[in-house]
């Protein structure tokens, strides 16, 4: 999990009895995402030392900064890492995040990649919340959520807006 993980995650490893110490702590980048490089050489870790890998949280909304986790990206590498022989759960923190995918609308005409998804902005079709536009990165990542295996929301933080 991210170096900006919320703290229940420590809490969760204490309670399932594989301990604080077995979280592999990714740091983050200058943006406060995931260093997705770090990621690649941890999993290398485990796959030559054949360490099981339970899974990769990918959080959508750090309490501090706000930050969103590149799940395009956590998801190819989980794919190349398939290919190798190791498998793991991607688990999204939408506590604060995963809501915001109710307000982006599906092109129905466009078959391609998430990453070359285009906005359409109109009465019918938008991806404007409270008069404010959700960053190209962060509507990137909502439309993977499909290929996640879970998401936690949390309606107590932007579900009620």
């Known amino acids: 999990?991210?170096?900006?993980?919320?703290?229940?995650?420590?809490?969760?490893?204490?309670?399932?009895?594989?301990?604080?110490?077995?979280?592999?702590?990714?740091p983050v980048d200058r943006n406060c995402r995931m260093d997705t490089d770090f990621?690649?050489?941890?999993?290398e870790k485990c796959l030559e030392n054949r360490w099981p890998v339970i899974g990769v949280t990918v959080v959508f909304g750090t309490t501090?900064?706000?930050a969103v986790d590149d799940l395009e990206k956590i998801l190819e590498i989980r794919k190349d890492f398939a290919e190798?022989?190791?498998?793991?759960?991607?688990?999204?923190?939408?506590?604060?995040?995963?809501?915001?995918?109710?307000?982006?609308?599906?092109?129905?005409?466009?078959?391609?990649?998430a990453s070359m998804v285009t906005r359409r902005v109109s009465s019918q079709c938008s991806t404007m919340f409270?008069?404010?536009?959700?960053?190209?990165?962060?509507?990137?990542?909502?439309?993977?959520?499909?290929?996640?295996n879970s998401i936690t929301l949390d309606p107590h933080k932007s579900g009620f807006c």
């Not at 999990?1 to 990714?26: E, F, M, Q, T």
């Not at 536009?133 to 290929?147: G, I």
């Open 1 to 26: 999990c991210p170096g900006s993980r919320h703290y229940s995650w420590d809490k969760g490893a204490n309670i399932l009895g594989i301990g604080r110490r077995n979280l592999i702590k990714v």
């Open 39 to 43: 990621l690649k050489n941890e999993l």
């Open 64 to 66: 501090q900064e706000g």
């Open 84 to 113: 190798k022989g190791l498998t793991f759960y991607i688990h999204i923190d939408g506590a604060w995040g995963g809501y915001f995918a109710t307000v982006i609308q599906p092109n129905p005409s466009y078959k391609g990649s």
């Open 130 to 148: 409270n008069e404010s536009q959700l960053s190209t990165h962060f509507e990137k990542q909502l439309r993977c959520l499909k290929n996640a």
